[in-house]
């Protein structure tokens, strides 16, 4: 069977997106649910029915788009190219997302815009496939701000408010959907950035044409540095590296599907995909390289330090996504291209798993998210209980759970490289077994702390819950390790298309690496579930400073936030006219040059003529200044 | 050079003002120091008509000013500086026409 | 004895758009005892036929007046996007202008007087032609501006008509100067006088250049020739403001890049002057607009920020740049009319409404909601939207050019942009309990506001889809070099 054309995977999501934004008033019931379910689950089949046909890439051609973007001044196309690399992503996409849009029939019943929600995520759906499938650096940087929009559209879904909460939650919830928005797009700019630069290169961006066929890129070194590193620049923003990692924690205002698939599932991993799919030019830059792992491990340790004492039940899981992804990004810096990927399948199917528990939890609550209210609910709701227990064990790293594999393959890669940055990558590995043992046990032991009746969910709950376990569990099978006498299927696949590094390491040391990450797994669950019997996990370490995630958004506000506004009443107030009734130019600027700028805000004719003229004068004698520097 | 000859131009400006002696008197401050008593009524009230019918009369004196030349060298220009006068004649008949159904020439 | 006067070549297919507007205009001047909105369709049909005939002009390069009227393929190019602009103007002024009687044939007469001016610029081929074009442009402007009877409009006329004859004086002197150092007035002329090294002396040249850059900036709003613009487009009426702020500008960018573009392609001083200003503009034009309230002046400080961004497709070498000046151009246009044209519609009085206003608009009005979401998306640069391409393309053409750092500048302030764009999108849909606009009742759109509102917004998703239908018609790298004008 050959391979079906590349435009069926975001089309199908796209119609469903056209269906239910333009019908979407006339369809009654979970109607419109189904029908974007339905529409994720026929990309999937496609994706699926690819993954085993696929044997060369494939390239396919759609219109002309962008002029004079591709070599030769040709306009550059519309494309789609599938590789094993994207085909592993598209799997990922379709067939954790249809579980999770099939979680949110149950999750959203209620929701007097069901269909609205539904639309947006298969709009989700659809740019995330295009970002994955894009031949092109242009179009995947359309699919990469349409999954931003995405995004924004559903962090601020509940923007009027949800439920009982008011209107005061409602601005919230739009505050932190425009905050991601705006965070991203400063990553957004690193991305067009290197797209500019590599253009002036290599010209072309067409990722066939540069990466294809072994051609070796010719240009200096500094340009691979420069080029990687804006396009690290874009990948930190999508993933929410350090610097620009405040917005996730925010984003947890969405609906916590949405925070499953695209805050946790794919959308914030289109960094690491980034990164592997640009990896010959990453191979040429050693320092930008160093730069991808170094920012990963100190992400990851920023995450799991603020995830130790947060309360709420989503917050904790924010952290430790964002700390995860450092470890995916300590992965591809390092060159261990295959592991990051490995991660990232695995990681998506824990993640995904926790997140749809804790929307369990909550809906089960009636929307309590403090773990301080909660706790004993394993009696409660077994069956959501049973599915959290495989995924904390997964992501602490707990042998034959898929986390154990993924993350094993992450440290020996690091170990071997640096150890400095594998001993960061355990000690992340210690504090997030002990983070996720107080969330577990906070959430599903000791006596209920609430008042709610808690009640478990429908099948709607049950399926995707238990599919996500399940592959929580085996999903780590695709990636055995070598040195247990295995072949690494996932590793024999991505092989094609990724550099895969032979390891140098004993069998000896490999064990002895593995047991320390297990040993510091189980140390880590032990200590908090000792807290646990002493009665103090609730009070997590570190007090306020993990609380308030080390201040650094406190620190982005008066770093930027204040001096931008100021910046801006003022020059407001220097072009105010007498209309204007200036009040308060004093307050925002200080005396001495409040006194200076009332001459500019007078309003009066004459002074913007004098201000005109002054222009010119200034513009004629920039230049003199310029030539005569220039000629002596 | 240029720093030097713009210092001293400001120099000059900014010294004397500095060092000069002020002693303004009122009739220092008279708009014509030493010649007749300026009349009180520089801020009479004119009516706006005034203004509009100025204006037109400079329109149209500026046409007619353009016809005198053209009249002089009417035998050496030939057909085409006629249909050029033709041309701006009636673009000022447009504006004529306007003028007059907006009743700007109605004096009351 | 006087030599015979010999008639310069007068050819009548390139003036055919010019005149076929300047008739529009006199037929509405003397239309007493018409109804207005019988003017307006004729004006409508007199740019349509004047759009029509700069089509069939297409490529043919056709010149009059021994090259001072040029009707090449980016005069053409302008001229459309103009009658574009005037169009959209006329269809919303339509349904405006009577609510806030407005109501008489004036306005259209002036409109299409300033056309025939705007089509003046773009066709120029000498400074002359170019400066006749501007007056006739912005004389007609002031009185736009002054309309609307009003002490906030009058003011904001005055202060744009004392303001521009300040702009204009310095684009005079830098005419005469530059006629001074090179002797000639025509584009072409110039040109070959700068790149033959061939003219009095240097300080002469630059220094008219500087001051043409200056008095162009003050019809553009390039910082710190910029002050003018809050309080004109905010006391303007609102279908004024739509005009001077898209239209007049695309016929001043015109100008410029036929000047800058066309005739100091060689002699590149004034680009770092015009670097220093592109930045000043972008940095003050983004971060003055972030602390608006009021959405019409925040839509003001926008079109100052839009400057920036279009200025930097003139830093670019005219070649990439120009195409890209088009494009951008174009987009603008029809986002800034969308806007502005809900905002004509959804306002209680000529001063725009406040942000917060804009609260639940979606459910009291969807269709103009959607619509000014669009448009505002697309003046963030959001894809799938026109402003997306048209950034892009101004950005990459900058950033070939070797303008590196203002491009990230310009891109940087294009993300404080998004702040400023997205808060009333934001608000639009949020439920409007407890505000004062929540008990305004809905306002009906008329048709002609419907079809303005429709061009702007299938005008701004369909260039952002398919952006090679404008793009590929302007990308012949060869049509913006003025040297083929030169030849003849």
């Known amino acids: 069977m050959s391979v079906l054309p590349l435009w069926l995977y975001p089309l199908f999501p796209l119609l469903g997106f056209a269906v239910l934004i333009l019908g979407g008033r006339f369809l009654r019931g979970t109607t419109a649910g189904w029908i974007a379910s339905g529409a994720v689950l026929a990309s999937f089949v496609v994706a699926a029915l690819n993954y085993l046909n696929l044997g060369a890439p494939r390239h396919d051609v759609l219109w002309s788009w962008l002029p004079g973007v591709a070599a030769e001044g040709r306009n550059l196309s519309v494309g789609f190219y599938l590789d094993q690399l994207s085909a592993v992503m598209t799997l990922v996409v379709t067939g954790v997302g249809f579980l999770i849009h099939v979680f949110s029939i149950e999750y959203m019943r209620t929701d007097p815009r069901f269909a609205r929600f539904f639309a947006f995520l298969n709009f989700f759906v659809s740019l995330m496939l295009i970002l994955v499938l894009a031949d092109s650096y242009p179009l995947m940087f359309v699919g990469w701000e349409g999954v931003g929009l995405a995004s924004y559209l559903l962090i601020g879904f509940w923007f009027a408010g949800h439920h009982d909460h008011g209107a005061v939650d409602g601005v919230n919830n739009s505050n932190a ?119 990963g491990a100190l992400t990851a340790l920023y995450g799991a330090i603020s995830a130790l004492n947060q309360y709420d039940i989503k917050k904790i899981l924010a952290f430790s996504t964002v700390s995860q992804l450092g470890y995916m990004f300590l992965a591809v810096g390092l060159g261990a291209y295959t592991a990051g990927i490995f991660h990232l399948v695995t990681h998506a199917f824990f993640k995904a798993l926790l997140f749809l528990a804790a929307g369990s939890v909550i809906h089960a609550l009636s929307e309590e998210q403090d773990v301080r209210r909660m706790g004993g609910l394993a009696r409660k709701l077994p069956l959501t209980h049973a599915v959290s227990l495989i995924g904390v064990l997964a992501i602490s790293g707990i042998p034959i759970f898929a986390g154990f594999f993924s993350k094993d393959a992450i440290l020996a890669g690091a170990y071997e490289a640096q150890p400095i940055l594998w001993g960061v990558g355990l000690l992340v590995a210690l504090l997030t077994a002990f983070y996720m043992g107080r969330w577990y046990f906070l959430v599903f032991r000791g006596q209920y702390r609430g008042s709610a009746h808690p009640h478990e969910g429908g099948p709607l709950f049950a399926v995707p819950l238990v599919t996500l376990a399940v592959l929580s569990v085996v999903g780590g099978f695709i990636g055995l390790p070598h040195f247990l006498g295995f072949t690494n299927r996932l590793e024999g696949y991505l092989g094609r298309v990724l550099p895969v590094e032979e390891t140098t390491l004993t069998v000896g040391a490999e064990w002895a690496l593995t047991l320390a990450a297990v040993a510091v797994g189980v140390i880590g669950l032990g200590v908090a579930y000792l807290r646990h019997r002493a009665g103090t996990l609730a009070d997590g370490p570190l007090r306020n400073a993990s609380l308030r995630a080390l201040y650094l958004d406190d620190l982005y506000d008066g770093a930027v936030g204040r001096p931008s506004r100021a910046l801006g009443a003022a020059f407001d107030a220097m072009d105010r006219g007498v209309d204007g009734a200036v009040v308060g130019t004093a307050e925002v600027l200080a005396e001495p040059s409040g006194r200076a700028a009332s001459f500019w805000e007078s309003g009066y004719v004459r002074t913007y003529a004098v201000s005109m003229l002054l222009g010119t004068a200034a513009v004629m004698l920039y230049w003199a200044f310029r030539a005569l520097g220039g000629h002596s | 050079m240029l720093l030097i000859a713009g210092g001293i131009g400001v120099l000059a ?96 | ?88 103007t006329l269809l919303a002024s339509m349904d405006q202008l009577p609510r806030v009687r407005m109501n008489f044939p004036e306005f259209d007469a002036m409109l299409l007087y300033a056309v025939t001016g705007m089509l003046l610029i773009a066709f120029a081929g000498d400074l002359i032609v170019l400066l006749i074009g501007l007056e006739i442009m912005s004389l007609a402007g002031y009185v736009m501006a002054t309309l609307y009877g009003s002490r906030r409009s009058e003011e904001s006329g005055m202060k ?99 000047v800058f573009g066309g005739a100091f392609p060689v002699e590149r001083a004034w680009e770092g002057v015009a670097e220093v200003l592109v930045a000043l503009t972008l940095i003050v034009g983004n971060t003055a607009a972030l602390v608006q309230r009021n959405f019409k002046r925040l839509l003001a400080y926008s079109a100052v920020a839009h400057t920036g961004f279009l200025g930097l497709a003139l830093l670019a070498e005219p070649a990439r740049g120009g195409a890209a000046l088009v494009f951008y151009l174009l987009a603008y246009t029809l986002m800034t009319a969308g806007a502005l044209a809900v905002l004509a519609l959804i306002q209680p ?25 669009a448009c505002l998306a697309s003046l963030a640069g959001l894809p799938p939207f026109a402003g997306f391409f048209g950034k892009y393309l101004v950005f990459q053409a900058a950033f070939q050019a070797g303008h590196v750092g203002i491009t990230v500048l310009a891109a940087m302030t294009s993300v404080v942009a998004l702040v400023y764009y997205l808060r009333p999108a934001a608000l639009m849909f949020m439920p409007a309990e407890g505000s004062a606009a929540a008990v305004r009742p809905a306002v009906r759109v008329g048709t002609f506001t419907g079809v303005a509102l429709g061009v702007c917004v299938v005008g701004i998703v369909l260039l952002g889809v398919l952006p090679g239908l404008v793009y590929n018609v302007f990308d012949a790298p060869a049509q913006w070099v003025l040297a083929s004008l030169a030849a003849k």
Request: charged content about 10%.
């Open chain 3, 1 to 88: 004895m006087t030599p015979e006067l010999r008639p310069p070549d007068i050819a009548l297919a390139p003036m055919l758009p010019i005149l076929i507007v300047l008739a529009g205009a006199l037929v509405a001047t003397v239309a007493f005892r018409t109804q207005r909105r019988v003017v307006a369709v004729i004006a409508i049909v007199a740019l349509l036929l004047s759009g029509f005939s700069m089509l069939t002009l297409w490529g043919a390069n056709a010149t009059a007046f021994g090259g001072s009227l040029r009707a090449d393929n980016p005069a053409l190019g302008f001229g459309l996007v103009v009658i574009v602009g005037a169009v959209v």
């Open chain 3, 349 to 373: 009085d000529e001063g725009g409404v406040e942000n917060a206003d804009l609260r639940g608009l979606y459910y009291r009005q969807p269709g103009l909601a959607l619509a000014l979401a």
């Open chain 3, 160 to 258: 744009y008509f004392l303001l521009g004859s300040v702009g204009s004086a310095i684009l005079i002197y830098g005419i005469a100067l530059t006629f001074g150092a090179t002797g000639s007035l025509s584009l072409a002329g110039i040109r070959e006088a700068v790149s033959a090294q061939n003219f009095a002396n240097t300080p002469l040249l630059i220094a008219g250049a500087l001051m043409m850059l200056a008095g162009f900036g003050f019809k553009v709003a390039l910082v710190p020739f910029h002050q003018w613009t809050p309080d004109v487009y905010h006391g303007a009426p609102t279908v004024v403001t739509l005009f001077l702020s898209t239209v007049v500008k695309v016929a001043a960018f015109a100008g410029l890049l036929r």
């Open chain 2, 13 to 108: 400006v900014v010294v004397s003002m500095i060092l000069g002696p002020k002693k303004p008197s009122r009739t220092k401050l008279m708009a014509y120091e030493s010649g007749n008593d300026p009349l009180p009524g520089g801020k009479e009230r004119f009516p706006v008509h005034f203004y509009l019918v100025a204006m037109l009369f400079i329109v149209f004196d500026i046409e007619t000013a353009f016809f005198y030349p053209i009249a002089v060298a009417f035998g050496k220009l030939g057909v085409f500086a006629f249909w050029e006068t033709v041309t701006f004649v009636a673009l000022l008949l447009v504006g004529y026409v306007y003028i007059v159904r907006k009743g700007v020439l109605e004096w009351d």
């Open chain 1, 177 to 295: 959907a425009r905050k991601a928005f705006i965070m991203n797009r400063v990553g957004d700019l690193g991305f067009m950035l290197g797209m500019f630069l590599m253009f002036q290169a290599f010209g072309t961006l067409v990722i066939p044409q540069l990466f294809e066929g072994g051609a070796e890129l010719q240009a200096g070194r500094a340009t691979f540095e420069l080029i990687c590193l804006f396009l690290l620049v874009g990948a930190v923003g999508k993933s929410a590296q350090l610097p620009l990692t405040t917005w996730l924690p925010d984003a947890m205002a969405g609906p916590t599907p949405v925070s499953a698939l695209i805050h946790a599932a794919t959308m914030v991993t289109a960094g690491v995909y980034l990164v592997a799919r640009s990896h010959p030019l990453f191979e040429q830059a050693p320092a930008a390289s160093t730069w991808v792992a170094v920012i």
